[in-house]
């Protein structure tokens, strides 16, 4: 089902396309940096990170490449 990123504040919904990859339909916008710019890093402990609601990813998510 929908939820909410904790990082964007986006709504998201994530579904399969016929060839069975993962798609994601968010409506808002994700922030657009410079590339130089060193990448934030984000532990999975931090409370901000977390997905505000909905349900809980799949285990296989973390599984597949």
Do not use: M
Request: glycine share 10%; proline share 9%.
């Amino acid at each position: 089902g929908p939820g909410r990123h904790g990082i964007s504040n986006a709504f998201f919904l994530y579904i399969r396309d016929p060839d069975g990859h993962r798609i994601e339909i968010y409506c808002s916008d994700y922030q657009t940096v410079d590339p130089d710019l060193e990448p934030i890093r984000w532990s999975l402990k931090d409370p901000q990170r977390q997905t505000l609601w909905g349900a809980l990813a799949p285990k296989s998510w973390f599984e597949e490449g």
